[in-house]
């Protein structure tokens, strides 16, 4: 064990600062951009649905999640009543599918579902922006620095830090506060987010311009379904949502509202 | 600095005196543009282009053609021509310049051919809907209206459309129908709220829900001079009906805090008469109910 009060002292190659650390933040740093860069450039936008009927089937469900919403603050009774009746034997009957005849049908495979493959597609690209480098870079560092101890901390810290900051150092004496190389790449990894917000501009405005503009609607884009969902269950749950409702309006009394609210007394 | 393009004020989609003002800067505007442009890459912003955009509708509407042209250009050189708002935008531009009724057509049927390539091009359904309603061809502009909302049944501005166009051919509950469904998507926009109040009252079965309307419009927006101007109208109308559950008193309070309210507003805007200047004729005709009653 450490002996209590005593400073460790561990005598460094002033090297290791220049060859280890600094480019272990460098190279961190410069991946994190390029992986930004990359991800823009991979970046595909929301795929817009091709046929009316299928942007039909994507926005009845919005449409009844609306009326669930906003019917207390602009319906009445009577045409509350008309719409649920009209948007449940809609759901039910499958109205609003794209194809009606499919229904009940088991969804199609997303491995040969065009519109699945791309957002899968999609999801692997973003995944492999993350994985490959990090693979790369970990196993650079391990092969080059590991079993280094680079940086000292200048505040004291509990045991338990350990295993955060001496990956790689199998040394059970040594202070907590020697930083080993691999974790420092770790503390990197996770730490850089701030600085990457400060060097791109916060939450990456490059990306959003270009998609800004293709938005042209964006009540068009919106897409409630997940890839693979089978948009008949949604129906059906959502027409039991509405099912249930009960008709309230805050537009009654609205009268008398607005008087005590903001009429002035005495009129 | 004058005409520069961060000066340029978002402007009110109806109101005519700053589009004009708008667009008498738009050569500049362009001309410093040109310049600047090898010199800074920060104009590249989804703001600059937007405006870029509204300086394209105000120079359409106040006929520089030319400018709109450059405005159009530069749009297109950034996004790319088969962008489809850019599309729509190029749509639109034809349709102002065009000559007569034969190149009207000629639009229509571009956007025909644009629509049976890529049925979902919502800005060019958009076009077409506008472009049949401005040949008179109402019945084609809603029957393509009501497919394109079909698809679409989140769009509120579609919805008014409709609601518009039903309403210019007197079909008043299919206009309310489509109103309500405007107001589901948009549940706190005060402006529908009196539009809807508007359109029962025009109606003249419903005065009560016309009244509950208008009540709702100024509850969202408590000095929204359409409102008051509505809820004043349809309290004295329903007062002289004197058939409606809401009771007697409370039309009267109401009619005497909607004209109370009323003055108040066409006083303060009549000062401060250049800010408000797109507004005027609403304030003509506020100013008029006050001296009728």
Not at chain 1, 208 to 229: K, S, T, W
Not at chain 2, 65 to 93: K, Y
Not at chain 2, 186 to 193: K, L
Request: proline share 4%; hydrophobic share 40%.
């Amino acid at each position: 064990m450490a002996v209590q009060g005593v400073e460790q002292t561990i005598l460094r190659d002033p090297a290791l600062f220049y060859w280890i650390l600094f480019p272990i933040s460098i190279v961190m740093i410069l991946t994190g951009i390029l992986r930004h860069y990359a991800t823009v450039l991979m970046n595909s936008t929301p795929r817009s649905p091709s046929t009316l009927a299928e942007s039909r089937e994507r926005l009845a469900l919005l449409r009844g999640v609306n009326l669930r919403n906003n019917a207390c603050s602009v319906l009445n009774r009577e045409s509350f009543e008309m719409r649920k009746n009209y948007m449940i034997s809609g759901f039910r009957s499958g109205a609003f599918l794209k194809d009606p005849n499919n229904r009940g049908q088991p969804p199609a495979n997303p491995m040969t579902d065009p519109a699945g493959m791309e957002a899968m597609m999609g999801m692997m690209k973003g995944n492999m922006m993350m994985m490959v480098p990090q693979t790369l870079i970990m196993s650079w560092i391990n092969a080059f620095f590991s079993g280094f101890v680079i940086l000292k901390l200048p505040f004291p810290l509990t045991i338990r830090f350990k295993s955060m900051l001496q990956s790689g150092v199998m040394t059970r004496d040594l202070d907590v506060r020697w930083v080993s190389s691999l974790s420092w790449y770790f503390l990197n990894l996770m730490g850089l987010q701030s600085v990457f917000g400060f060097i791109l501009g916060s939450d990456n405005a490059a990306n959003q311009m270009a998609q800004q503009m293709g938005m042209a609607n964006p009540a068009a884009m919106v897409n409630p379904l997940q890839p693979g969902q089978d948009p008949d269950k949604l129906y059906l749950n959502e027409a039991e949502n509405l099912e249930v409702m009960e008709h309230f309006c805050i537009l009654d009394g609205v009268e008398e509202r607005i008087l005590q609210n903001f009429a002035p007394q005495g009129i | 600095m004058a005409g520069s393009i961060s000066d340029i004020r978002n402007i009110n989609g109806s109101d005519l005196i700053s589009a004009l003002h708008l667009a008498q800067q738009a050569p500049t505007i362009l001309g410093q543009e040109s310049q600047s442009k090898s010199s800074t890459a920060s104009a590249d912003t989804a703001e600059y282009y937007a405006r870029i955009e509204q300086l394209l509708l105000a120079c359409l509407r106040t006929g520089d053609d030319q400018s709109a042209q450059a405005c159009l250009n530069q749009l297109s050189l950034r996004f790319g021509p088969s962008n489809e708002r850019i599309m729509g935008l190029r749509g639109l531009f034809e349709e102002a310049t065009a000559k007569d009724h034969s190149a009207l057509e000629k639009c229509l049927q571009e956007y025909d051919q644009i629509l049976s390539q890529s049925p979902v091009n919502v800005p060019i359904l958009k076009r077409r809907v506008a472009l049949l309603r401005s040949l008179n061809r109402s019945s084609d502009a809603i029957s393509a209206l009501i497919q394109l909302l079909d698809a679409i049944p989140t769009d509120a501005e579609a919805w008014c459309e409709l609601a518009d166009l039903y309403q210019s051919q007197g079909l008043s509950s299919q206009a309310i129908f489509s109103l309500e469904e405007a107001l589901l998507i948009a549940p706190n926009s005060w402006n529908i709220h009196a539009r809807l109040g508007e359109l029962l009252y025009i109606d003249g079965d419903a005065l009560q829900r016309s009244v509950q309307h208008f009540s709702r419009s100024i509850e969202l927006c408590d000095d929204y001079l359409r409102g008051f101007y509505g809820l004043t109208l349809a309290s004295s109308r329903m007062l002289e009906k004197s058939n409606g559950s809401i009771p007697k008193q409370t039309l009267e309070r109401l009619k005497a805090f909607g004209l109370l309210k009323l003055g108040e507003i066409v006083k303060s805007r009549s000062v401060d008469d250049q800010h408000w200047a797109s507004s005027r004729s609403e304030l003509i005709a506020a100013k008029e109910l006050l001296n009728r009653f």
